[in-house]
């Protein structure tokens, strides 16, 4: 398995604009189990992990929703929204540089190093999608009307790696929609190529259900969309 991407079922999309808003619900043991798994390397091949992302010793809720919330202007704008333990945190890209700010953290930049990098939230996994074809045996299941959007109803079968770079990629691309579950079920918007809803599954029991409740193509942006308004770095 190599790296090159491509959309799922050539669907590639052709928004200049996108916002979306979303939830992300986890059952936290299931979640641990099916990362631990996932993050096993096959026989033989010399891979480095993480081990110590989840832990299921500490007392916590059994569930946790949380919101999230998206803006993205090709080619290069971007503002998250997302909750990081018990506080929302906002982030802002403009090209390679970003701004972020929460109420622990206060604000923080890159200050245009582009090996420092930022994450997204629990939005990237619906629409990082060009590598999942390589990682998942795709099966269409059904068609239907989501948010107002004709989608197409996927399960996806992860494939067997046999080698480290196999390993890596399917790590890499899995990572944010849920590593190491049995099946995934996809809502694929069928025009724009982007996922409208994924449920990671581990003996048919969700653990990570990521979940658009509202979006929307080509919509035009306020300009301060893109400026952080705490970005005094």
Known sequence: MDERSEPILGIAGSWHTLRASGTEWRHHARLTEAFERGSTPPAGARVTTVRAQFSSEVPGPTESEERWSLWIEKPDL?????????????????GDDW??????????????????????????????????????KLEELSRASVLDRDVIHLLGSPRTPTTAEDFRLMSRSLHPLGLGADEYLL???????????????????????????????????????????????
């Open 78 to 94: 971007k503002r998250a929204e997302f909750m990081v333990g018990s506080e929302r945190l906002t982030v802002v890209f403009r």
């Open 99 to 136: 701004w972020s700010w929460s109420t622990s953290r206060g604000a923080r930049s890159n200050e245009g190093r582009t090996n420092y990098h930022h994450g997204v939230g629990p939005s990237e996994g619906l629409l990082q999608t060009a590598l999942l074809p390589r990682a998942l």
């Open 187 to 233: 809502a694929l918007d069928a025009e724009q190529g982007v996922l409208l809803s994924s449920e990671a599954r581990t003996a048919g029991a969700p653990f990570l259900v990521l979940e658009m409740t509202e979006i929307a193509f080509d919509a035009t942006f306020d300009a301060q969309t893109f400026v952080l308004e705490h970005r005094d770095v």
